[in-house]
């Protein structure tokens, strides 16, 4: 269980989980227009200009959470986390393999992007795989940390809101 002194995470650590997350949001949302730019290019059919636009974001904004995933492993490596909130084994081997699989996606998504441009456009068909993957993680995170802090009121959502003092000590 959570004790109120626990360590959780540092600022730069917060930023980059929400800008991280926004950015994947964003992607999901908007993916569809690289799929129809990938397709104009191959029949040679014309684009229309939002989904040209669309998919240049997709390339940059996926691009940006290479980097982006790069500094949180560094810094995640340096610093840790915080010590899981739970008291059930089980469940804390899910929250530590559902973070763990989030940055292994982090880094495979990007890239698989990346070979489906540049390597062969096959690819693409795992690469779209990220869609409905990062969905169910999503909602079992979300929905856990939603959980934790509407019903077990543990404050672990506040740990990724509020910087700790002393993050070093989290290594989990
Ligand atoms: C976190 C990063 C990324 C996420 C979450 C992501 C997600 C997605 C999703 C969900 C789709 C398919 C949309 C659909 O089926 O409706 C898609 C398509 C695509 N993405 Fe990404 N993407 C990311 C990064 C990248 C990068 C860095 C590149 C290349 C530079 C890229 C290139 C492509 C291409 C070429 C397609 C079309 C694939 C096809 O037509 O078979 N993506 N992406
Ligand atoms: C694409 C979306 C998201 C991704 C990729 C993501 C990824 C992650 C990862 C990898 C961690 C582990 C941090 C570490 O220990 O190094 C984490 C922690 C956390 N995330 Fe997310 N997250 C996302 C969205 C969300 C959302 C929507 C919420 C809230 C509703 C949330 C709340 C939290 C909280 C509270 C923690 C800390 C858990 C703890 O300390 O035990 N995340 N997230």
Known sequence: MTTPDKPGYSSIQIALHWTIAALVLFQLLFGESMVAATDAAETGEALAGKDAALATAHYWVGVAVLVLVAVRLAVRVRSGGATIAESNLVLAWLAKATHWAFYAL??????????????NPDIGEFHQLAKPVF??????????????????????LQRMLRPTQNPERGIS
Request: proline residues 3%; without cysteine; neutral net charge.
């Open 135 to 156: 969905i169910v993680l999503i909602a079992l995170h979300a929905g856990a940390a939603l959980f934790h802090h509407f019903v077990l009121r543990d404050g672990t």
């Open 106 to 119: 982090l880094v495979i998504v990007p890239v698989s992007g990346l070979l489906t441009v540049y390597v």
